[in-house]
Structures are given as structure tokens and as C-alpha cells.
């Protein structure tokens, strides 16, 4: 169903609660971003995938934008942005609350089941109303996104290359581990002879001894068989 229009809701006057408006600073930058967003275009762009009928309401629209929003600029998942989110007002702020909440409003896996509902119309969408707002605010011009550099740079990653050699000595040594934990007795457990076959195989390969090494993978493939 059609989510509420209202993130938030209290009297206009609450003791006990504090009032955002009075926390955050006018001219801080998250204040200007929450002011300068269009968040009834979301509305608009979001209504269909929602049932007018059938199912609670859904959580808002906005709430659930300015998350994402938060999750991605901070790379944070989304149990770390619901974290972060409880203790700083300006981003319950950006999310349209009316008073400090001490609770996440949702739970961590609606944020990954709203992704799915979202689909690439709504993902583009998101991207769009970012450069819209910038131009709003006069932080970019239209001139600067007539040409778009995408930064296709492979990061290295610190991954081992999956040779069979260390496949049947890793697979050895999970087999140990399992045996352990089910307090399996067995008779021998080859992780100080694998280690060190697993060092010749290496070196053998290195320096393009292939038959000596393929005796070494062999061995390591016959421990664990046994």
C-alpha cells in the first residue's frame, strides 16, 4: 500500500521530545541538501510500484531515499547506516522527522526488500533528482554534465588464485576442522606434512619443474582421500 506522507508523527508541542528544528544548524549542509531535494518526485515516481489497495501502508518515501542516500555517500551497510542514523539529527533531519528518534524507524531488511521494489526505474530516478537538486542549488552547471568521466580503474584485490594444489590442501584442512568439532578421532591429520608439500609444490612450480611439482599436487590430492 501507498506509503505515509508523514515520517514522523507527534503534537506540535511535545515536553518530553526535543524538536529537530532546534538541534540543527540553518546553514549546516545537510539542512541545505534536505531543503534543495524534490522528495514529491519520488512520490510521483515510486506510486506504482505500490498496491493502492492491498497490504499496510509502507514506510516513507522519503525516509527511505535519504537512507540509501546516507548508506551509499558513507559506504555503510545497512545495519551500520540505521547505527549511525539513531545518533545524528541531521540526518533525521535529511529523512523529514519532526523530533529526535532514539529507535531506527524500520528494521534492516526492509531497506534491502524497498531495493528490490525499486527496481533500475527508481535507482535512476535517485540519480536524476541528485543532479536536479544540484543545479537547484546552484553546486553544479548545466554545462559540466554535458560530458560524464566514468572511472573504470581494476582494484587489486588481495585473492589468491584458486590452484589445485591449494584447493585439496584447504579442502584438507576444512575435513580436520569438521572432524574436530564432531570430536572425531583421526589418525593422522597431515597438517604439518601439508604444509610443507604445499611449499615444495610452490617452489617446484616456480621454477617450471612441472613433473615434481604434479607429484606434489598428487600427494596433497591423496591426503585428502585418506
Not at 18 to 40: F, I, Q
Not at 144 to 173: C, G, W
Request: aromatic share 8%; with cysteine; net charge positive.
Amino acid at each position: 500500500m501507498k506509503p505515509h506522507q508523514e515520517v514522523s508523527t507527534g503534537y506540535q508541542a511535545d515536553l518530553f521530545r526535543t524538536e529537530l528544528s532546534r538541534m540543527v544548524n540553518p546553514k549546516h549542509p545537510m539542512v541545505k541538501v534536505a531543503a534543495g531535494m524534490d522528495w514529491e518526485a519520488f512520490e510521483t515516481t515510486l506510486e506504482q510500484t505500490w498496491h493502492p489497495e492491498l497490504g499496510r501502508p509502507g514506510v516513507s518515501t522519503r525516509l527511505m531515499v535519504s537512507l540509501h542516500y546516507l548508506k551509499y555517500v558513507n559506504d555503510l551497510s545497512d545495519e551500520g547506516v540505521l547505527e549511525l542514523w539513531v545518533e545524528n539529527p541531521y540526518w533525521q533531519h535529511l529523512s523529514g522527522m519532526k523530533f529526535f528518534e532514539h529507535q531506527a524507524p524500520i528494521e534492516a531488511s526492509s531497506l534491502s526488500r524497498w531495493r528490490k521494489r525499486l527496481a533500475k526505474v527508481g535507482a535512476e530516478k535517485l540519480l536524476e533528482e541528485t543532479l536536479k537538486a544540484g543545479l537547484r542549488m546552484k553546486l553544479i552547471q548545466s554545462r559540466q554534465l554535458e560530458r560524464i568521466n566514468v572511472d573504470t580503474t581494476v582494484q587489486e584485490k588481495h585473492v589468491r588464485f584458486p590452484t589445485d594444489s591449494r584447493l585439496y590442501d584447504r579442502a584438507r584442512e576444512t575435513l580436520v576442522n569438521l572432524a574436530k568439532r564432531r570430536r572425531l578421532k583421526l589418525r593422522q591429520s597431515y597438517e604439518r606434512v601439508g604444509k610443507q608439500l604445499m611449499l615444495k609444490q610452490s617452489r617446484y612450480a616456480h621454477a617450471r619443474q612441472y613433473k615434481r611439482a604434479g607429484k606434489c599436487t598428487k600427494k596433497l590430492k591423496t591426503f585428502l582421500g585418506r
